[in-house]
């Protein structure tokens, strides 16, 4: 007999559990990239590089944090997954 207006509890499968494993290594990964993209920028010689090579570099640092940003909440989420089974 199946409950009514319940769904299921999702569960961790293998590769949810492998993502959550290797997400740790992605985010230090990810901000020691942000970090030397700063300490980059923090030059005062960067800013007499071409406008085009400054802008690539601001998108760039734009795409790590939302990268950083999703990749925390994503971990986030498989946590509160295991923490649930």
């Known amino acids: 007999m199946k409950h009514r207006g319940r769904r299921p509890r999702p569960r961790t499968g293998f590769k949810e559990r492998r993502e959550l494993g ?3 290594k992605k985010i230090e990964r990810l901000e020691a990239e942000r970090q030397s993209l700063f300490d980059l920028m923090a030059s005062p010689e960067f800013y007499t590089r071409p406008g085009p090579e400054i802008a690539s570099a601001n ?5 790590l944090d939302d990268e950083i940003h999703r990749a925390f909440a994503r971990w986030q989420e498989l946590e509160s997954l295991t923490t649930r089974e």
């Open 22 to 24: 290797e997400l740790p």
């Open 59 to 63: 998108q760039r640092l734009a795409a």
